[in-house]
Nanobody, 115 residues
Framework: QVQLVESGGGLVQPGGSLRLSCAASGNTITIINMAWYRQSPGSQREQVARIISGGQTNYAESVKGRFTISRDIANDALYLQMNNLKPEDTAVYYC?????????WGQGTQVTVSS
């Protein structure tokens, strides 16, 4: 079992920045890949950014050049640096960990971009 806890969400003005954190605990040695997803009301959950073993990263087109995903394996942490935030980035952001057999989700953290 892996437990994930996100933090760092909040209210920010357009053009501002936030850094999301995800703390992993439990059987973290089984984690292969990690990712950030988001879901806004009435929309499906979408993958925002992914980091795979070896450090390769992938981003949704809508956040390329603005968001950066990183992982601190030694401290079992995942981060999402979000710059130049836009109102359409408003959503609940979820941390996801893919382990050998199962996938795990955090509880989510709300990000609201509004003036």
């Amino acid at each position: 079992q892996v437990q994930l806890v996100e933090s760092g969400g909040g209210l920010v003005q357009p053009g501002g920045s936030l850094r999301l954190s995800c703390a992993a605990s439990g059987n973290t040695i089984t984690i292969i890949n990690m990712a950030w997803y988001r879901q806004s009301p009435g929309s499906q959950r979408e993958q925002v950014a992914r980091i795979i073993s070896g450090g390769q990263t992938n981003y949704a087109e809508s956040v390329k050049g603005r968001f950066t995903i990183s992982r601190d394996i030694a401290n079992d942490a995942l981060y999402l640096q979000m710059n130049n935030l836009k109102p359409e980035d408003t959503a609940v952001y979820y941390c996801y960990a893919r382990a050998r057999i199962h996938g795990y989700w955090g509880q989510g953290t709300q990000v609201t971009v509004s003036s």
